[in-house]
């Protein structure tokens, strides 16, 4: 099983600072398939980043995602008040299927 | 747009059967991947399996197989069963749809209590 660890657990900063987010595998995520995923209370995850890199559909480009292998970072490059959120990285290469704890994203 | 909405009891005694429907609507699902997924309360995300467009299905084996996903014919339902139930049971559901194992559609999510 992949174990994906993300950390900060928890990030404080202010709108229109930058946020950077990790995401390390236990082993390497084969073709870069970890996805990164944006949650707020009471819905459901909503598709950022697939691929490592690609950003989803209508997902605005303050949002980017980077790395490759074991180590994958979400970068959020000026907060906006809805992005203050949880967000999750996935591996969807190898089953079973798994999700990093999540980072909290608060003021 | 592809939409998917669960359906079932909202609680569930120990050591029973939770059954759970996901409906999909606005689109067809027959070649997709139809998965199901759950978040404890205050808790991360958790991948319970998916119902293969080859036929099979595959499933997380933390759920030491007490988890049955099963689409209808036409795949305009597909279904969740998890037997044996414990508190630790207790969950968001979400069912999914894909064209790979990266979901692209998610339902709205329903919230299962096990409790006597």
């Known amino acids: 099983e992949v174990v994906l660890t993300q950390s900060p657990g928890t990030l404080s900063l202010s709108p229109g600072e930058r946020a950077t987010l990790s995401c390390r595998a236990s082993q390497s995520v084969a073709k870069n398939y970890l996805a990164w995923f944006q949650q707020k209370p009471g819905q459901a995850p909503r598709l950022l980043i697939s691929?490592?890199?690609s950003r989803a559909t209508d997902i605005p480009d303050r949002f980017s995602g980077g790395g490759s292998g074991t180590d994958f970072t979400l970068s959020i490059s000026r907060l906006e008040p809805e992005d203050f959120a949880v967000y999750y990285c996935?591996?969807?290469?190898?089953?079973?299927?798994?999700f990093g704890g999540g980072t909290k994203v608060e003021i | 747009q592809v939409q998917l909405q669960e359906s079932g009891p909202a609680l569930v005694k120990p050591s029973e059967t939770l059954s759970l429907t996901c409906t999909v609507s606005g689109g067809s699902m027959t070649n997709a991947y139809l998965g199901w997924f759950r978040q404890p309360p205050g808790k991360g995300l958790e991948w319970i399996g998916y119902f293969e467009k080859s036929g099979t299905a595959i499933y997380n084996p933390s759920l030491k197989n007490r988890a049955i996903i099963s689409p209808d014919t036409s795949k305009s339902h597909f279904s969740l069963k998890m037997s044996s139930v414990t508190a630790a049971d207790t969950a968001v559901y979400y069912c999914?749809?894909?064209?790979?194992?990266?979901?692209?559609?998610w339902g709205q999510g329903t919230l299962v209590t096990v409790s006597s």
């Open positions: 999914t749809g894909g064209w790979g194992w990266l979901v692209d559609y």
């Open positions: 691929g490592a890199s």
């Open positions: 996935q591996q969807y290469a190898t089953s079973p299927l798994t």
